[in-house]
């Protein structure tokens, strides 16, 4: 199977920064899509955004212009750099990614557990 294992999270003070990475593993033969989202208790979850396996990003509105998400496939990993971060943005992050298990073609969706972050004073 394939695992997708979060980490970088914690706590920062409004206007600091983070970084987190999500490092797939297991039988990978190839990476498409990988996205950030993030959930609040009570609410749904909510797309931050993705990444395509040639790099294309795309935002929601809420993050645009203070994150940046960015990948290295031979590494099998995605990056979520978050600046500027505001109480608003406390939520357990989570990653997701299609994997392409086999050279058939065989693909579906797997997710992480989950990095609490955490923006107060």
Known sequence: QVQLVESGGGLVQPGG??????????????????????????KQRELVGTITSGGDTRYSESVKG??????????????????????????????????????EGARRDF???GTQVTVSS
């Open 17 to 42: 920064s983070l970084r987190l990475s999500c490092l797939a593993s297991g039988r990978i033969f190839s990476i498409d899509g990988m996205g950030w989202y993030r959930q609040v208790p009570g």
């Open 66 to 103: 203070r994150f940046t998400i960015s990948r290295d496939n031979a590494k099998n990993t995605a990056f979520l750099q978050m600046n500027s971060l505001e109480p608003e943005d406390t939520a357990v992050y989570y990653c997701n990614a299609w994997v392409v298990t086999n050279v």
């Open 111 to 113: 997710w992480g557990q």
